[in-house]
């Protein structure tokens, strides 16, 4: 029985690209990669169809290596922060290191010719054969008879008459094919990597402007609340609601300094450096009463914690156009 490796990230593609290859007794082994920009998928819900469909689950957290391709990509950003052509390569990579493993005889990818302007055209995927040294291993069963026959097709021991041809960006063969499998659930088409999202890597990008190394928590935190860069380069998180202050909560250390109003209900706020300017300090303390239930007040006690050092500080809510130059916008 052939056995192939394929990348999986738990969206339609990648899941019609596994239903297929059963489909033709082929022994699957999928890869999921974890990242700090993807979101669509729990890995509950990849368990569960793994299980419902039989094939096996490799799960690996790559965020360090991931951070770095996003940081300084070799071939640059597709129309966001995406840089797509990096992270196949990498992941492509890896999944060839498990097909070696494991003594495997393909790569496969859910990608369609076409698809994505920056890594889903025939000249990339030779590209991409080339810098993973995969040639001729790397098959895609959605778009397989519109590209050379890969080792396993040549051998016979996948039949390419019962691949397909799909190419552009139109997602309606991949919807039939759906339901000819009984693919019942996926996410939707695109979703799930943030880096693909135009106010997600707005933060993104103004992060790296002010801190080309920053931390996966610095990273982890783009996904939560309001941002502001304040004038001494403080970086201000604002919880919008209960949510965010939770997840907010879970990047509070004990160096963290942690404003919230007293007396009225208001956010959570988080300044993510550890040392701040005065001027910094206080104009957090006036957004973090702008945002509070106190807004129309002339002053409201805001309490700032770092530690156990706690410090009262009387906060004006803060009005005007100076809000709107703060903002984080994308
Ligand atoms: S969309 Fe995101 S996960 Fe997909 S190839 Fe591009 S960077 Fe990688």
Do not use: W
């Not at 239930?293 to 706690?310: C, E, F, M, N, Y």
């Amino acid at each position: 029985m052939p056995h192939a490796i394929a990348l999986y990230s738990g969206g339609l593609d990648s899941s019609l690209a596994i239903l297929t290859l059963l489909r033709l007794g082929v022994k699957v082994t999928a890869v999921h990669f974890i990242t700090s920009f993807g979101c669509a998928v729990s890995s509950n819900d990849l368990v569960r169809q793994a299980q419902r469909y039989g094939f096996e689950l490799l799960t690996e957290d790559v965020s360090e290596e991931f951070l770095g391709l996003v940081k300084r990509p070799l071939f640059g950003y597709g129309k966001n922060m995406n840089p797509c052509i990096d992270c196949k390569i990498m992941m492509l990579q890896r999944a060839g290191e498990v097909m070696r493993q494991r003594g495997a005889d393909c790569v496969a990818t859910g990608e369609v010719v076409g698809q994505r302007p920056m890594s889903q055209q025939r000249h990339i995927f030779n590209l991409m054969e080339k810098k993973t040294d995969l040639k001729g291993y790397i098959l895609r069963p959605l778009s397989a008879l519109l590209l050379p026959p890969t080792i396993v097709e040549q051998r016979g021991d996948i039949d390419r008459k019962r691949l397909y041809g799909f190419s552009g960006r139109s997602r309606k063969p991949q919807l039939a094919l759906a339901e000819e499998l009984g693919l019942l659930e996926y996410p939707a088409p695109a979703g799930g990597c943030l880096l693909t999202e135009p106010n997600y890597s707005g933060r993104l990008r103004e992060l790296l402007g002010h801190d080309p190394n920053p931390s996966l928590r610095d990273i982890e935190m783009l996904r939560i609340g309001r941002h502001f860069r304040l004038p001494g380069g403080s970086k201000l998180i604002i919880g919008r609601n209960e949510q965010d202050n939770s997840r907010l909560r879970d990047f509070i250390s004990e160096d963290t300094i942690v404003l919230e109003t007293l007396e009225v209900k208001g956010p959570l706020c988080v300044i993510t450096n550890r040392i701040v300017s005065e001027e910094d300090l206080l104009r957090s303390a006036h957004l973090c009463a702008r945002y509070s239930d106190g807004r129309d007040k002339t002053s409201i006690p805001v309490a700032v914690r770092q530690g156990d050092h706690l410090r009262i500080v009387k906060a004006n809510p803060f009005e005007g156009v100076g809000l709107q130059c703060l903002m984080i916008k994308n």
